[in-house]
């Protein structure tokens, strides 16, 4: 039987820890007057009580290390458990919100989702904001920890490649996950400063560069105000743009180049194709926006290269009624959305990669079709895919596309308009943050969702933050078994 003391004690480290950082939003409230502090106090000291209960409890339980299984638990448990804390603050102080909408934000920030419940940002506490950006923040941070340290090692699910195509190569410079791990830190902390700095230099307030730099960097969304992004435009603009690209990236190639490496992030095929298809999707809709709207070019291409760029990242920030430019423009945004960044990033959805190994099964497919007698190895970017890789993949889009379509249907038969249940299911699973319909406010938010259509969605996030196989392999007895 599978021993989940490990898992329990490293849960509770990492609640004491987000107990601990509460102070940071008690802090800033306490600065401002703001009685709003104490729902941090009160959210920080249980949180550190419940965590460093747990933690003591089982302090003896990773003498042997973690075993594979336990990895997966503990992976599948942190986006549960460590929002259900995450979410006190929200309800103990401002905005009162209920167990639904509380849980919804706490994970809708941890999974990078950006999509809120929450409405007049602009007059909450600044402890409350500050709490969401943080809440993205560690997301961003943790996903890439998972994606690096976790799943590579295991050979399961869509994250395999990373065995044979950057896990290698990363290990041959640090072989030791301490090693990866405070590489990966230290390159998420250098970006998230300089797009802090950025901000600020081009104009925005001390707070407000602070909280969008850490949701840039962890391409997560979440602004301090109900227009997101729309009072920002102009430079602003292209400074996230930039910072968006970089966090899509993945971080493996970030820490060779901060290592003087360059050479492996320019070689790197899906770089490449991330940065190619940008361009493709910005060209279109461009094109079409000029051929059907009125409006100066400069001001079409800036408006639609920064939406087509914080949905194709997932970090969904939105300057422009995105909805607003027509039905074919809608649908391109939303296919750069099943796409997704690069593999290893803060990105979210389907990504990059897998789309390319998906292409060359297809290709080298048809090629078998008209030599079936030939034998061609599966490669990408001159590298051979192994054959697990390969199958794991298709399963990765065979589930992402089933659970698409059933967390579609499941919001439709809640009472959502077509267009609304449709956007709601792909906002969730691919971690976007936007929804579009009838149902969905002025501002972006989905409070006036029914309960259960936001609980639909939270499964959403949930399974798409993971990577759906990540959670599924769960749910088979075999894997308890051991």
């Not at 003591?56 to 804390?85: C, E």
């Not at 969905?440 to 969605?457: C, E, R």
Request: net charge neutral.
């Amino acid at each position: 039987m599978l021993d989940p003391r490990p898992v329990i004690y490293l849960i509770g480290m990492l609640a004491l820890t987000l107990g601990a950082l509460m102070l940071l939003p008690m802090a800033m409230d306490l600065s401002r007057d703001d009685p709003n502090w104490r729902s941090f106090a009160l959210s920080g000291f249980a949180t550190a009580f419940v965590g460093g209960g747990l933690a003591g409890a089982t302090r003896n339980a990773l003498r042997d290390g973690l075993g594979r299984r336990q990895s997966f638990l503990l992976a599948s448990s942190l986006w549960l458990v460590l929002p259900a804390f995450a979410a006190l603050p929200f309800m103990l102080g401002a905005p009162g919100a209920s167990w639904t909408d509380a849980y919804f934000e706490a994970l809708s920030g941890m999974t990078t989702t950006g999509t809120t419940v929450f409405v007049g940002l602009d007059d909450m506490p600044r402890g409350v904001l500050l709490w969401r950006s943080i809440l993205q923040w560690l997301g961003g941070l943790g996903i890439v920890v998972v994606a690096l340290v976790f799943l590579p090692v295991l050979r399961v699910g869509g994250m395999q490649h990373f065995q044979s195509e950057g896990f290698d190569t990363l290990g041959k410079v640090m072989p030791r996950v301490y090693d990866i791990s405070l590489a990966l830190l230290q390159v998420y902390l250098a970006l998230t400063l300089a797009a802090i700095i950025a901000f600020m230099a081009f104009g925005m307030s001390g707070f407000d560069a602070l909280n969008h730099g850490l949701t840039t960097a962890a391409t997560g969304g979440f602004s301090t105000t109900d227009q997101s992004f729309a009072i920002y435009t102009g430079p602003l603009e292209y400074v996230a743009v930039v910072f968006m690209v970089l966090s899509g990236l993945p971080f493996i190639r970030l820490i060779q180049l901060m290592g003087g490496q360059p050479k492996a992030l320019l070689q790197d095929v899906q770089v490449r194709a991330f940065l190619r298809w940008i361009a493709y999707a910005v060209g279109v809709i461009v094109a079409y926006r000029l051929a059907t709207q009125d409006g100066s070019f400069h001001d079409i291409l800036r408006g639609t290269l920064f939406n087509v760029v914080t949905l194709f990242t997932g970090t969904g920030y939105g300057s422009e009624d995105v909805s607003a430019w027509g039905d074919f423009p809608l649908m391109v945004v939303m296919l750069v959305g099943f796409i997704g960044a690069c593999t290893a990033s803060t990105g979210c959805s389907i990504k990059v990669f897998r789309f390319l190994v998906l292409f060359e099964a297809i290709k080298l497919r048809m090629r078998q079709l008209g030599s079936p007698h030939q034998v061609v190895a599966l490669r990408l970017g001159g590298k051979r895919l192994e054959e697990d890789v390969v199958s794991s993949v298709i399963v990765m889009f065979t589930a992402f596309a089933a659970i698409f379509a059933a967390l579609t249907a499941a919001l439709a038969l809640t009472g959502l308009d077509t267009r609304t249940a449709l956007t709601a299911a792909w906002t969730a699973i691919c971690n976007i943050g936007p929804a579009f319909g009838p149902e969905v406010g002025p501002t972006g938010a989905v409070d006036q969702f029914p309960t259960i259509s936001k609980w639909l969605m939270i499964l959403g996030m949930y399974l798409g933050r993971l990577e759906v196989l990540a959670v599924l392999v769960l749910f088979f007895p075999r894997f308890w078994r051991g």
